[in-house]
């Protein structure tokens, strides 16, 4: 395992961190709303580490990366973007092949749209957002996320920890186990209230990225996520040419915890693809 830090948009230091084979080929890991490189263990300490060279990020505001609370920082999606542009070029990747989970996938698409497709070989739409406004809140985004968002945002202890243990209990179908429960509760809470809701402030349409890719594009979706709806699945699958779907019966938001043996098949099967 090798640490990096990373200058990206504007400035900010990330946190970057890589395991596996030096020459094998790429993947590149982004997380979703409050979460951070941490919730990739399951593909990072498997036998994937034998063939390819797997980059993590903490997006900005989350895990070891900087936390600044503005939330100019957050809302300008040049920023995102430089961040990835920003991974890619400090360690010298040439296409890695990105796994995107929920709002994750808002980052590719911002990335893509001011830096294009070149430098990576496939998308993984992962329990992916790729639309986030007022319609989308009952639509493409479920309950498991606007239900506690309010008390998520809030500096107030009594009120975060109490909603960020409702909202990480939605991410799966079925319980984790006690201890995975409370390392990722950890996790969670390490991002602050300001910058959850500086994540949840921005308007974003990204059908037009999404109709413009060539590369390969993969939509994994648990059939039971009430975070990000199947529905935003299937609309990904419609807008996007060419995307295979992999849907996940008896899963929730996290088919990369919840059915770790499947997915990590799946990274294989996408890296030959690509």
Same mark, same amino acid.
């Given at each position: 395992?090798?640490?990096?830090?990373?200058?990206?948009?504007? !400035?900010? =230091?990330?946190?970057?961190?890589?395991?596996? /084979?030096?020459?094998?080929?790429?993947?590149?890991?982004?997380? !979703?709303?409050? =979460?951070?490189?941490?919730?990739?263990?399951? =593909?990072?300490?498997?036998?994937?580490?034998?063939?390819?060279?797997?980059?993590?990020?903490?997006?900005?505001?989350?895990?070891?990366?900087?936390? &600044?609370?503005?939330? +100019?920082?957050?809302?300008?999606?040049?920023?995102?973007?430089?961040?990835?542009?920003?991974?890619?070029?400090?360690?010298?990747?040439?296409?890695?092949?990105?796994?995107?989970?929920?709002?994750? !996938?808002?980052?590719?698409?911002?990335?893509? /749209?001011?830096?294009?497709?070149?430098?990576?070989?496939?998308?993984?739409? @992962?329990?992916?957002?790729?639309?986030?406004?007022? %319609?989308?809140?009952?639509?493409?985004?479920?309950?498991?996320?606007?239900?506690?968002?309010? %008390?998520?945002?809030?500096?107030? @202890?009594?009120?975060?920890?109490?909603?960020?243990? /409702?909202?990480?209990?939605?991410?799966?179908?079925?319980?984790?186990?006690? %201890?995975?429960? +409370?390392?990722?509760?950890?996790?969670?809470?390490?991002?602050?209230?300001?910058?959850?809701?500086?994540?949840?402030?921005?308007? @974003?349409?990204?059908?037009?990225?999404?109709?413009?890719?060539?590369? &390969?594009?993969?939509?994994?979706?648990?059939?039971? %996520?009430?975070?990000?709806?199947?529905?935003?699945?299937?609309?990904?699958?419609?807008?996007? &040419?060419?995307? =295979?779907?992999?849907?996940?019966?008896?899963?929730?938001?996290?088919?990369?915890?919840?059915? &770790?043996? /499947?997915?990590?098949?799946?990274?294989?099967?996408?890296?030959?693809?690509?």
């Amino acid at each position: 395992m090798l640490d990096h830090k990373v200058t990206g948009g504007g !400035g900010l =230091q990330l946190h970057v961190r890589e395991w596996g /084979r030096k020459d094998g080929p790429e993947v590149l890991f982004i997380h !979703g709303w409050s =979460q951070c490189h941490m919730c990739w263990h399951k =593909q990072v300490t498997s036998d994937l580490a034998k063939d390819y060279r797997m980059i993590a990020l903490d997006l900005r505001g989350h895990g070891m990366s900087e936390k &600044p609370v503005a939330q +100019e920082r957050y809302t300008d999606t040049t920023l995102w973007a430089d961040d990835v542009a920003a991974v890619i070029s400090a360690l010298g990747l040439k296409r890695p092949f990105v796994h995107a989970w929920s709002y994750g !996938g808002l980052v590719v698409c911002d990335y893509v /749209r001011h830096h294009g497709e070149g430098h990576i070989a496939g998308i993984n739409f @992962l329990g992916a957002a790729t639309t986030l406004n007022a %319609d989308a809140f009952g639509t493409y985004i479920g309950p498991g996320f606007f239900e506690p968002f309010a %008390d998520a945002t809030n500096d107030d @202890l009594t009120k975060n920890i109490p909603a960020m243990r /409702r909202f990480l209990g939605g991410v799966t179908h079925k319980p984790l186990p006690t %201890d995975e429960f +409370e390392t990722a509760l950890c996790w969670n809470m390490v991002v602050p209230p300001g910058v959850r809701g500086a994540l949840g402030a921005r308007t @974003l349409e990204n059908d037009d990225v999404l109709e413009s890719l060539s590369v &390969p594009v993969v939509v994994s979706h648990g059939r039971e %996520d009430t975070v990000v709806l199947p529905a935003m699945g299937e609309h990904i699958l419609s807008v996007c &040419p060419g995307a =295979q779907a992999s849907w996940y019966e008896a899963t929730g938001h996290a088919p990369m915890l919840e059915e &770790p043996s /499947r997915f990590n098949r799946e990274i294989r099967t996408a890296m030959v693809a690509a």
